[in-house]
Structure formats: structure tokens, C-alpha cells
T-cell receptor
Framework: SAVISQKPSRDICQRGTSLTIQCQVDSQVTMMFWYRQQPGQSLTLIAT?????????ESGFVIDKFPISRPNLTFSTLTVSNMSPEDSSIYLC???????????FGPGTRLTVL | QKEVEQNSGPLSVPEGAIASLNCTYSDRGSQSFFWYRQYSGKSPELIMS????GDKEDGRFTAQLNKASQYVSLLIRDSQPSDSATYLCAVITNDYKLSFGAGTTVTVRA
């Protein structure tokens, strides 16, 4: 499976600021995804990061709040904009997908918003 | 109705016992099913995938799938304290996205 890294691993931010999270994969992958895991909850898909086009967002998530870039097949960023304490979560990128492809997860970014 | 539902936990089992985890899903067209293990503070780690009806064994883990009943389960035999974690059932829905259950927390008592 691909080796996935995320930066930063954790951060503490002030409300109203923005944080950009990076996801780097050691091989080219077609599908990259961003998830949020709120404290004590399961994973919720934020969006699918598409190479060369806009990300596809799930219901309840919008581009203005969570802009995503996918400049190539090994890298993506997720920005959490105008943060509030409700954005305190673990943000995870994953790769893989499709009908039977397995998804593998990066180590996650633990975000705390004060 | 949630797309993926898991039996409520937490589940506590003695060391050496069998832990049984259950999951149901709503999309009858789903074809791919996964179990992830997540240790506290860590990201999910794939432990099993299953695509066909029946049992699939990998070491101490056995996944069982029954598409007619829309049911998938995970058995952990000879449970060890290192198996203490949250187990997430995940299903690829008909729009090729991975949908997760709420997770079942397992504690193995030494």
C-alpha cells in the first residue's frame, strides 16, 4: 500500500484563522479523499480531491469553508477557513477507492481551535 | 436510516475469548466491505476486506458477509489486550464512496 504523510500532525489555532493541511503520497494515485473525525465520532467524508479540477464536496461541506487543491497525483491540501471551536477535529486524507479498491489513511492532523 | 450501523458498544471480553462485531448496511447494491481498526489517537488501519458471501479468514480475524441479509461481521479469536481498539465497519456505496459505521470499542481484559 502507498505511504501517506500529513503535515502538520497537530496544531492549536485561534478562532477566525485558517490552517492548511498537506497530504503527500509516495506514489501516484487516482483518488484522494479528505475526512473529518470529530471527537468520539466516526469518519465523515468532506470531499473527493480531483486532480486538475474542483473537488467534489459532500452534503454539508462547502468550498468556501474547506478549499481543496490537488495539483498532481501525489499531493493535496485541505484548508480549514475562518475556524471556530466546532472545527476541532482530526482531519484525515486517504487514497484508493473505486468499486473494490481499498482506502488507506494518512496519520491524520489533530486540530484544536480555541 | 443510517447507511452503515454497528452494534452498540463498548464490548468487553476476557483475554483468549472471541469478540464478535456486527454491522448492517442499507444499500443493497453495495459490493465491497471493510473492517478498520483504530487505536486511540491513531488513524484507521485496514484489517479485513470482503467482497463475496461467506467467510474470509486472516489469522485470528474472520469476516463474514451475507448480502441477502445486508449483514457483515468480524470475529476476533483468541482476543489479546493489543486488540483493544475501536473497530469501524465501512461499506462502499453505489456512488463509490466509503461510508463508515459509528464504530464499536472493544476492550480485552487481561
Amino acid at each position: 500500500s502507498a505511504v501517506i504523510s500529513q503535515k502538520p500532525s497537530r496544531d492549536i489555532c485561534q478562532r477566525g484563522t485558517s490552517l492548511t493541511i498537506q497530504c503527500q503520497v509516495d506514489s501516484q494515485v487516482t483518488m484522494m479523499f479528505w475526512y473529518r473525525q470529530q471527537p468520539g465520532q466516526s469518519l465523515t467524508l468532506i470531499a473527493t480531491a480531483n486532480q486538475g479540477s474542483e473537488a467534489t464536496y459532500e452534503s454539508g461541506f462547502v468550498i468556501d469553508k474547506f478549499p481543496i487543491s490537488r495539483p498532481n497525483l501525489t499531493f493535496s491540501t485541505l484548508t480549514v477557513s475562518n475556524m471556530s471551536p466546532e472545527d476541532s477535529s482530526i482531519y484525515l486524507c486517504s487514497v484508493g477507492g473505486g468499486v473494490s479498491d481499498t482506502q488507506y489513511f494518512g496519520p491524520g492532523t489533530r486540530l484544536t481551535v480555541l | 436510516q443510517k447507511e452503515v450501523e454497528q452494534n452498540s458498544g463498548p464490548l468487553s471480553v476476557p483475554e483468549g475469548a472471541i469478540a464478535s462485531l456486527n454491522c448492517t448496511y442499507s444499500d443493497r447494491g453495495s459490493q465491497s466491505f471493510f473492517w478498520y481498526r483504530q487505536y486511540s489517537g491513531k488513524s484507521p488501519e485496514l484489517i479485513m476486506s470482503i467482497y463475496s458471501n461467506g467467510d474470509k479468514e486472516d489469522g485470528r480475524f474472520t469476516a463474514q458477509l451475507n448480502k441477502a441479509s445486508q449483514y457483515v461481521s468480524l470475529l476476533i479469536r483468541d482476543s489479546q489486550p493489543s486488540d483493544s481498539a475501536t473497530y469501524l465497519c465501512a461499506v462502499i456505496t453505489n456512488d463509490y464512496k466509503l461510508s463508515f459505521g459509528a464504530g464499536t470499542t472493544v476492550t480485552v481484559r487481561a
